[in-house]
């Protein structure tokens, strides 16, 4: 199984970005899915979860400015950015702690991370 992040770059603060992730390999189902950021000098941070049956959680930082969507058929997470701040820079990363295979045993996955830099 791996997850496939794509879609950071370079943004002017007020910008949009849009960030997906694909999950690919032998896969039954995918439960709760999320973004998280690391920062330089800073530990990773929640940024964004959904469940496999829509429900949303965000953190503050972020609540009005970003949404998180998925498409289960398609094993895909969205991370949808607007008014980027440059307090926004950092390396995003995809997550799924429920990655169903064949062998049903739920296991945690995490994407090689996506940079975004806002800056102007």
């Known amino acids: 199984v791996q997850l496939q992040a794509c879609g950071g770059g370079l943004v002017q603060p007020g910008g949009s970005l849009r960030l997906s992730c694909a999950a690919s390999?032998?896969?039954?189902?995918?439960?709760?899915m999320g973004w998280y950021r690391q920062a330089p000098g800073k530990q990773r941070e929640l940024v964004a979860t959904?469940?496999?049956?829509?429900?949303?959680n965000y953190a503050d930082s972020v609540k009005g400015r970003f949404t998180i969507s998925r498409v289960n058929a398609r094993n895909t997470v969205y991370l949808q950015m607007n008014s980027l701040k440059p307090e926004d820079t950092a390396v995003y990363y995809c997550?799924?702690?429920?990655?169903?295979?064949?062998?049903?045993?739920?296991?945690?996955?995490w994407g090689q991370g996506s940079q975004v830099t806002v800056s102007s």
């Open positions: 997550n799924s702690p429920s990655v169903r295979t064949p062998d049903r045993v739920p296991r945690d996955y």
């Open positions: 390999g032998s896969i039954i189902s995918i439960g709760t």
């Open positions: 959904i469940s496999r049956g829509g429900s949303t």
